[in-house]
């Protein structure tokens, strides 16, 4: 086993003062805390990149063998956020997690649901309908087992759910707001308390306009990308203003600020789209239509960067990706020519299609953004891909990027580029 340690040039404004350390075990370099990327390699059979702040597991994780893809955010010890589990190309697991207690999982199987949970989540400060702690310690004695910690004590409890007289759905809620509730008093949440973002995602959602609401005439198209320097922990959100119907660059703007929000997997936009809202301020002319380097609907919750943007701007936006995120797609029956597509398929629905922009050549991933409908989405991405796989607007924003932050951080979890 190799291993490559990519220390943060930087000290990460996290406070873990007020958090009881006693289970977690540090990570170590030089008999210090280390703070960085650990990148883990075994031959071609096994690949993994954790990070690390101050010696704790923190941000983005990803798990590669021959025959499983896991992309996750891990809290300390606890999985936070969105965890997506891939396969064989094949079997796509959703799974998101608050502090390690699971609040909604999909599998599917060629981007058909097979199995689908959600817990119904109320947040109640005070649990009054009974002390939890009692209850658990009476399952304990009932069936003669001990216990040291109350986390094992409530998984045990709800893994024998049907051999007790509460209410399954209702114990579960009260578990979650007991452990949300200790969490937070032992300071686990202080820096990034997962549920208001998750919330979010859902109202946003709701919010989506997946048909044509454009201009009657479109001047100035847009792209839009963001890159990072995970080393120097700091960003760069860019925006290129190109005419419509030459795609000569007209105005374009950058704004670099430093990283605010963990990498976590399904919210890049809550990362990403801060730094695009201080660029797009800077503008002096406004695009009819913007083609982000993200997804948009096609994303575990449909609300990926290109839609977040949309909605906050009020402008019709595509998501036009080099990788998928989620979403299943016949690859032997997508044609070799330009136009040529397959549907993406993710929660029994189409979220996007795979996109030939040029002959022969790897597909680009098109979704819906915002006030758009897919066959619009679709012939604009052609409009503005001439020449090149990547559309120009995708081309300009990326050389601006790269032109201001000199060593950029990318991950290519899916292998896309091999398609």
Not at 123 to 150: A, G, M, Q, R
Not at 183 to 188: A, D, I
Not at 227 to 236: C, H, L
Not at 317 to 326: E, P
């Amino acid at each position: 086993m190799k291993n490559n340690y990519y220390k943060f040039r930087q000290d990460i404004k996290v406070n873990f003062s007020n958090v009881c350390i006693n289970d977690f075990s540090t990570l170590l370099k030089e008999n210090k805390p280390f703070s960085g990327v650990v990148e883990s390699k075994y031959g071609k059979e096994y690949y993994s990149k954790r990070t690390y702040i101050k010696g704790y597991p923190y941000g983005l994780n990803i798990f590669i063998n021959k025959r499983q893809r896991s992309l996750y955010s891990l809290d300390f010890t606890k999985s936070n956020g969105y965890a997506l589990e891939y396969e064989n190309n094949d079997r796509t697991s959703f799974e998101v997690y608050d502090m390690g207690f699971l609040l909604e999982k999909i599998t599917c199987v060629e981007g058909k649901i097979i199995e689908k949970e959600i817990t119904e989540i109320d947040i109640i400060e005070t649990v009054k309908e009974f002390n939890i702690k009692d209850l658990l310690e009476e399952i304990s004695v009932k069936y003669e087992i001990e216990v040291d910690d109350i986390d094992s004590m409530l998984g045990w409890g709800l893994s024998t759910y049907k051999s007790v007289k509460y209410d399954y759905k209702f114990l579960k809620k009260q578990y979650w707001n007991y452990y949300h509730k200790t969490n937070k008093e032992m300071g686990l949440y202080k820096n990034n308390d997962f549920i208001k973002y998750y919330t979010e995602q859902n109202k946003l959602k709701d919010q989506i306009i997946k048909g044509d609401v454009l201009p009657e005439k479109i001047q100035y198209v847009a792209g839009v990308d963001v890159a990072y320097n995970e080393q120097e922990q700091i960003m760069v959100g860019a925006i290129v203003v190109l005419n419509a119907e030459t795609l000569e660059v007209v105005e374009q703007s950058s704004h670099v600020m430093d990283i605010t929000f963990p990498y976590i997997p399904g919210l890049f936009s809550f990362r990403e789209v801060p730094a695009i809202l201080e660029a797009f301020k800077k503008l002096t002319m406004q695009p009819d239509l913007i083609i982000c380097d993200a997804q948009g609907i096609a994303h575990p919750k449909n609300v990926g960067m290109a839609t977040h943007l949309g909605i906050e701007l009020d402008i019709p936006t595509i998501g036009c990706a080099k990788k998928r995120l989620v979403g299943f797609y016949e690859k032997e029956k997508l044609g070799s020519n330009r136009a040529d597509t397959q549907e993406l398929i993710w929660n029994s629905e189409t979220v996007g299609v795979a996109l030939r922009t040029q002959d022969n050549i790897k597909p680009m991933f098109v979704s819906i953004g915002h006030k758009i409908s897919l066959e619009t989405a679709i012939e604009w991405v052609l409009k503005v891909s001439p020449k090149y796989r990547l559309p120009e607007t995708t081309r300009q924003a990326d050389q601006l990027v790269n032109s201001i932050l000199k060593e950029t951080t990318d991950y290519d979890f899916l292998d896309d580029n091999k398609v």
